[in-house]
């Protein structure tokens, strides 16, 4: 028989070296994994990312600003502007590196697919709004040209990333409407049991299925909703809408934005 | 992303649909009429279809997903209509799954009829379905289901004026009790057979941009498929970016759902035609896109926005003022009462306690009575049988004393609690209540990133976790229902109730004075059942947090109103259901497992069995964690059913100490009372630690294989598999050694 003070610490010890190895953003496979992901491809893309950066800016990018933004010695940053030239995706002269018209539309590509990930983090997933973007950061290296535009088909082609950052695309834009209900209108999980008000609009920040759905359950502006019964544990609230009892959770009716308005209210 | 469902040229023709169908997973007889059924959930949509098809449904809601539908048939003057239960939706966006597979079919499928079916205490809601579906097909007729509900709700609803608006045949029912059933019929048979002609009502007002862009691109589409009749709700579509439209488009399939006996638009016109008309398509899917981005980004709304406003105004011309409302509104009260702060949760353990007495108390007669028969009258003449036929001792054996026992001992074990746990709890499920359960548990499945509806998929694993998984049907957004099914096997399922309830009246019960034996052992199996939920919201809230954060994730829970629950169909449809499937699931595994027990007991190397050398091998791991060789062998084996753990330990232990006459007979199973299994267990070695170890062990382990196959059938995903097996035997594991380490270190 194992002793079993003794067995427990063996148990503690490799419990102690999982979570060195696997602890979540920290852990050494995940920095092991970060180092293997740092591969040709990822350097020459954040390269063109950071000229293309400056250039938005009207600054010009720098083999010193370069090996300032990636992390990376001197040395190296000229080596990969060296290999950047080669490909003519930038043009480097005494004023500093130029994007070519191919390298420009290399860094529109990639921040297009981050924007798209970004769009995709928000809608469709649980990641929190403060990893977005180093997700995408992430996932952006990894699609072809045709991922990508599967990947904005699959969203119904969206035009906004999250931030409210137009998606760069071949077609024109429009700027981004800007939201009816900023100020004075209340949400609508301020109701209280057996309070009525109208819908004024659903948030931006709400996109994606959950928006689709709130849309088919009849949420759309104009339509009365009266809140009417409050779980045992006061979170969700059920509203009566267009005559059906549905459940919303807090967070949900947070991003739903009502007016109280006496003569069409408490039905 | 459902596979679409029907592709290929001449849609139209019979020999076409025929054979579409097939690949639909639909077992085709011959029919006349194709039938579609549509409409929100909770509509009362399956009332109607058993009520137009009687009992002759086939409801196969097992197979995968994206045909989880039922199909059905009646005659009817005689023409034989087959009809499909579309899955419930609340548009036809194609958003998800369902809504695609509903859409894909009215679409594609080519019904001939599709029935609409309306709640008419929510018309507006159901006019938004409606409508779109009048938009995709002119062949419609609507159900205005729940007049009943509707009358004591104080609606009133003119049918007539419904019709005359919509342009269809509107037909008010009480599925429930048949009222309507036969003017339904008789109205499908019209339109189908064209005797009625329809005007579909056609949305008039979208938004002026959309209408603007619509406009355009509908000539487009007229131009190259004239016989298209709704190119409007085309054009929408191409907006929409819908990839299935879309594709439909450019393969040309869109051009024959004009017309059933339209050649195809192209086809075989020669090579250049071809081309040219390749051309011309792309050419449109171009147009859409180049219009859509001219479209405000918000433009779903304002269209879905114009439908709403058509519904409310159609609806509020239908509506018939004077009606007097019930006095006492029995839905309120009750939702007030079983959804209170106070009262809320009491009434909740209160249904579900009284719904497990009755499952334990109600199941132990039958289970006698069928082990009885099986076991001590079949297996005996069976046996008798043999021996005279002359069958040699190792194929009676095997086929008897192995496969015969397991399956029935499975059998007896298995059918009668589940038979009368799933009706109970069927019945909570139509008459409302279980939405109400979800609706109060939902914050702390919040908390742990999942779903309130788990709070029933979890309460249906009691019964069964195979069953458990299916359940997690219910939950529409993805990620959540992944979270339900790898966590079900946490709800501690029927075949392991009597493994908790024995040991603990061993072991639990004995450590204190005999009068409260019973009541401290029965605490124990309950405090083991509820370290299984708090277990279950852990292992929810570290996948939400790790593996599961990147899917999908929407929530709606829709509170449906009360409903009197039909108690002889669903005894019906719960045993059909799920009952029998289970069962007959658990029996194709038990039978090779008892052939596998048998083998390893009776086939000795050196002197010794199979069994022993695997138990005298395992037991090192086994004293490790608390356990011994014997039980880990057991739950080796008995990964096909928990029932036949017991058994299992049981046959072993005896092989092991070498008692002779106990084990030797029977091969596999035998009973024995509760307090000579003890003494037999402690002989072996059993001290309470092994028993309590063997409780949680029991509750943390890999599920059985019943389980496991169903979990890979519903995520399709192997690796999802692998994970909901491998978890919960990993924290067994864990939780098994520290509680063996730290009970040993207090005890020395």
Same mark, same amino acid.
């Given at each position: 028989?194992?002793?079993?003070?003794?067995?427990?610490?063996?148990?503690?010890?490799?419990?102690?070296?999982?979570?060195?190895?696997?602890?979540?953003?920290?852990?050494?496979?995940?920095?092991?994994?970060?180092?293997?992901?740092?591969?040709?491809?990822?350097?020459?893309?954040?390269?063109?990312?950071?000229?293309?950066?400056?250039?938005?800016?009207?600054?010009?990018?720098?083999?010193?600003?370069?090996?300032?933004?990636?992390? +990376?010695?001197?040395?190296?940053?000229?080596?990969?502007?060296?290999?950047?030239? %080669?490909?003519?995706?930038?043009?480097?002269?005494?004023?500093?590196?130029?994007?070519?018209?191919?390298?420009?539309?290399?860094?529109?590509?990639?921040?297009?697919?981050?924007?798209?990930?970004?769009?995709?983090?928000?809608?469709?997933?649980?990641?929190?709004?403060?990893?977005?973007?180093?997700?995408?950061?992430?996932?952006?290296?990894?699609? /072809? /040209?045709?991922?990508?535009?599967?990947?904005? %088909?699959?969203?119904?082609?969206?035009?906004?990333?999250?931030?409210?950052?137009?998606?760069?695309?071949?077609?024109?834009?429009?700027?981004?409407?800007?939201?009816?209900?900023?100020?004075?209108?209340?949400?609508?999980?301020?109701?209280?049991?057996?309070?009525?008000?109208?819908?004024?609009?659903?948030?931006?920040?709400?996109?994606?299925?959950?928006?689709?759905r709130?849309?088919d359950l009849?949420? +759309?502006?104009?339509?009365?909703?009266? /809140?009417e019964l409050q779980g045992a544990l006061?979170d969700p609230m059920a509203y009566r809408i267009r005559s059906a009892l549905i459940a919303l959770r807090?967070?949900?009716?947070?991003?739903?934005?009502?007016?109280?308005?006496?003569?069409?209210?408490?039905? | 992303?459902?596979?679409? !469902?029907?592709?290929?040229?001449?849609?139209?023709?019979?020999?076409?649909?025929?054979?579409?169908?097939?690949?639909?997973?639909?077992?085709?007889?011959?029919?006349?009429?194709?039938? !579609?059924l549509a409409g929100n959930p909770n509509t009362g949509k399956s009332t109607v279809f058993n009520a137009a098809t009687g009992l002759r449904q086939h409801t196969g809601n097992w197979p995968g997903k994206t045909v989880a539908r039922a199909e059905g *048939?009646?005659?009817?003057?005689?023409?034989?209509?087959?009809v499909i239960d579309l899955p419930g939706t609340y548009?036809?966006?194609?958003?998800s799954t369902d809504e695609?597979v509903a859409?894909?079919?009215?679409?594609?499928?080519?019904?001939?009829?599709?029935v609409?079916v309306v709640d008419a205490t929510r018309?507006?809601r159901n006019?938004?379905l409606?409508? =779109?579906?009048?938009?995709?097909?002119?062949?419609?007729?609507?159900c205005?289901n729940l007049m009943d509900e509707a009358?004591r709700h104080?609606?009133?609803?003119?049918?007539?004026?419904?019709?005359?608006?919509?342009?269809?045949?509107?037909?008010?029912t009480v599925a429930r009790r048949g009222q309507?059933i @036969?003017?339904?019929?008789?109205?499908?048979?019209?339109?189908?057979?064209?005797?009625?002609?329809?005007?579909?009502?056609?949305?008039?007002?979208?938004?002026?941009?959309?209408?603007?862009?619509? *406009?355009?691109? #509908?000539?487009?589409?007229?131009? #190259?498929?004239?016989?298209?009749?709704?190119?409007?709700?085309?054009?929408?579509?191409?907006?929409?970016?819908?990839?299935?439209?879309?594709?439909?488009?450019?393969?040309?399939?869109?051009?024959?759902?004009?017309?059933?006996?339209?050649?195809?638009?192209?086809?075989?016109?020669?090579?250049?035609?071809?081309?040219?008309?390749?051309?011309?398509?792309?050419?449109?899917?171009?147009?859409?896109?180049?219009?859509?981005?001219?479209?405000?980004?918000?433009?779903?709304?304002?269209? #879905?926005?114009?439908?709403?406003?058509?519904?409310?105004?159609?609806?509020?011309?239908?509506?018939?003022?004077?009606?007097?409302? !019930?006095?006492?509104d029995f839905d309120r009260t009750l939702d007030r009462l079983v959804t209170s702060?106070?009262l809320g949760f009491p009434i909740m353990l209160l249904v579900l306690t009284v719904v497990f007495w009755i499952t334990i108390a109600g199941a132990?007669?039958p289970?006698?009575?069928?082990?009885?028969? $099986?076991?001590?009258?079949?297996?005996?003449?069976?046996?008798?049988?043999?021996?005279?036929?002359?069958?040699?001792?190792?194929?009676?054996?095997?086929?008897?004393?192995?496969? &015969?026992?397991?399956?029935?001992?499975?059998? !007896?074990?298995m059918l009668p609690p589940m038979a009368i746990f799933f009706p109970l709890f069927t019945l909570l499920e139509d008459f409302g209540y279980l939405p109400r359960v979800a609706f109060n548990l939902d914050k702390l499945f919040q908390?742990a990133?999942a779903h309130g509806k788990q709070a029933l998929t979890m309460c249906m694993g009691f019964g069964c976790n195979a069953a458990g998984v299916v359940s997690t049907r219910v939950i529409d957004s993805p990620r959540e229902r992944l979270i339900a099914i790898i966590t079900n096997n946490f709800s501690l399922c029927n075949g392991r109730w009597?493994?908790?309830?024995?040991?603990?009246?061993?072991?639990?019960? @004995?450590?204190?004075?005999?009068?409260?034996?019973?009541?401290?052992?029965?605490?124990?199996?309950v405090?083991?059942a509820v370290?299984g939920m708090?277990?279950m919201l852990?292992?929810s809230?570290?996948?939400?947090?790790?593996?599961? =954060?990147?899917? @999908?994730t929407t929530f709606s829970l829709e509170l449906p109103p009360y409903r009197p629950p039909r108690v002889l169909q669903t005894l019906y449809t719960s045993v059909i259901d799920r009952t029998l499937i289970v069962l007959w699931r658990a029996?194709?595994?038990?039978?090779?497992?008892?052939?596998?027990?048998? $083998?390893?007991?009776?086939?000795?190397?050196?002197?010794?069995?199979?069994?022993?050398?695997?138990?005298?091998?395992?037991?090192?791991?086994?004293?490790?964690?608390?356990?011994?060789?014997?039980?880990?062998?057991?739950?080796?084996?008995?990964?096909? @059913?928990?029932?036949?753990?017991?058994?299992?330990?049981?046959?072993?232990?005896?092989?092991?100490?070498?008692?002779?006459? $106990?084990?030797?007979?029977?091969?596999?199973?035998?009973?024995?009372?509760?307090?000579?299994?003890?003494?037999? $267990?402690?002989?072996?070695?059993?001290?309470?630690?092994?028993?309590?170890?063997?409780?949680?062990?029991?509750?943390?382990?890999?599920p059985c294989?019943t389980t496991?196959?169903t979990i &890979?059938k519903e995520t399709?995903?192997?690796?999802?598999?692998?994970?909901a097996?491998?978890?919960?035997?990993?924290?067994?594991?864990?939780?098994?050694?520290?509680?063996?380490?730290?009970?040993?270190?207090? #005890?020395?």
């Open positions: 028989m194992v002793d079993p003070a003794l067995a427990l610490i063996w148990f503690a010890i490799a419990v102690g070296t999982l979570l060195i190895f696997f602890w979540p953003g920290q852990g050494l496979a995940i920095r092991l994994l970060r180092v293997l992901r740092m591969t040709e491809r990822v350097r020459i893309e954040d390269a063109l990312k950071h000229a293309y950066n400056e250039e938005y800016a009207n600054r010009t990018a720098s083999i010193h600003s370069m090996a300032g933004a990636l992390e +990376v010695s001197r040395a190296f940053a000229v080596r990969l502007v060296t290999r950047l030239e %080669a490909r003519e995706l930038v043009h480097s002269s005494d004023e500093g590196l130029q994007l070519t018209a191919a390298g420009r539309d290399y860094a529109l590509r990639i921040l297009r697919t981050h924007r798209l990930w970004e769009r995709y983090l928000a809608d469709r997933t649980n990641v929190k709004p403060t990893d977005w973007h180093d997700e995408a950061e992430r996932r952006e290296h990894r699609l /072809a /040209a045709t991922e990508v535009d599967a990947l904005a %088909a699959s969203m119904g082609h969206p035009v906004y990333d999250p931030h409210g950052d137009p998606i760069p695309t071949d077609f024109t834009v429009h700027p981004l409407p800007t939201e009816r209900a900023v100020g004075p209108y209340e949400k609508l999980s301020s109701l209280s049991p057996g309070e009525s008000a109208v819908v004024v609009q659903i948030a931006h920040a709400c996109q994606g299925p959950q928006r689709r709130l849309l009849g949420v +759309v502006p104009g339509t009365v909703i009266t /809140a006061s807090q967070q949900q009716a947070d991003l739903i934005y009502v007016e109280r308005d006496p003569s069409k209210g408490g039905n | 992303m459902a596979v679409p !469902a029907v592709t290929g040229h001449c849609v139209g023709c019979e020999a076409h649909r025929e054979a579409s169908l097939v690949k639909l997973g639909i077992r085709l007889d011959r029919w006349d009429y194709l039938v !579609a *048939g009646y005659d009817h003057l005689g023409k034989r209509v087959k548009s036809l966006q194609a958003g695609e859409r894909d079919f009215i679409l594609f499928g080519q019904p001939d009829v599709t609409a018309l507006e006019l938004n409606v409508l =779109q579906i009048l938009e995709i097909t002119d062949r419609v007729v609507i205005l009358r104080g609606i009133g609803i003119d049918a007539a004026r419904l019709e005359q608006e919509l342009g269809v045949p509107v037909i008010p309507g @036969a003017d339904l019929v008789d109205a499908i048979d019209g339109v189908a057979s064209g005797r009625i002609q329809t005007k579909p009502y056609r949305m008039r007002r979208h938004p002026p941009e959309v209408d603007g862009a619509i *406009g355009a691109l #509908a000539g487009a589409i007229q131009e #190259a498929y004239p016989n298209l009749p709704n190119s409007r709700w085309v054009a929408n579509r191409l907006l929409n970016a819908d990839a299935r439209v879309q594709a439909a488009v450019l393969s040309g399939d869109v051009g024959e759902l004009g017309s059933r006996q339209s050649d195809a638009a192209v086809s075989d016109t020669g090579s250049r035609a071809a081309l040219r008309e390749s051309n011309r398509r792309s050419r449109i899917i171009d147009k859409a896109q180049a219009l859509r981005w001219k479209l405000s980004p918000d433009f779903h709304d304002s269209l #879905a926005e114009s439908i709403y406003a058509e519904a409310q105004r159609i609806a509020d011309r239908c509506a018939m003022q004077g009606l007097e409302r !019930a006095k006492f702060r106070w132990n007669l289970s006698r009575m069928i082990s009885a028969m $099986l076991l001590e009258t079949v297996h005996p003449a069976l046996k008798n049988f043999a021996s005279t036929v002359g069958l040699p001792w190792w194929l009676d054996g095997f086929l008897l004393d192995g496969v &015969y026992l397991a399956t029935a001992w499975v059998i !007896a074990v908390k990133g009597p493994t908790q309830i024995l040991i603990a009246s061993i072991f639990i019960g @004995a450590l204190v004075p005999a009068h409260v034996a019973g009541l401290v052992s029965a605490t124990a199996v405090g083991v370290l708090a277990m852990l292992a809230w570290l996948l939400s947090r790790t593996v599961l =954060q990147g899917e @999908a029996v194709l595994f038990a039978m090779p497992a008892g052939a596998v027990i048998w $083998l390893a007991a009776n086939i000795n190397i050196g002197g010794v069995s199979i069994a022993e050398h695997l138990a005298t091998w395992l037991n090192p791991v086994g004293l490790l964690i608390g356990l011994n060789g014997v039980v880990l062998l057991a739950y080796i084996v008995a990964i096909p @059913a928990n029932e036949i753990v017991i058994p299992t330990v049981l046959m072993l232990t005896t092989l092991s100490l070498g008692t002779q006459g $106990l084990g030797q007979g029977p091969g596999v199973m035998f009973e024995e009372t509760a307090s000579a299994t003890g003494t037999m $267990l402690r002989l072996a070695g059993w001290t309470a630690l092994t028993g309590v170890n063997l409780m949680l062990f029991s509750l943390l382990h890999n294989s496991i196959y &890979y399709k995903s192997a690796n999802w598999t692998l994970v097996t491998l978890l919960p035997l990993l924290m067994g594991i864990v939780v098994c050694f520290l509680v063996a380490q730290i009970w040993r270190l207090i #005890a020395a």
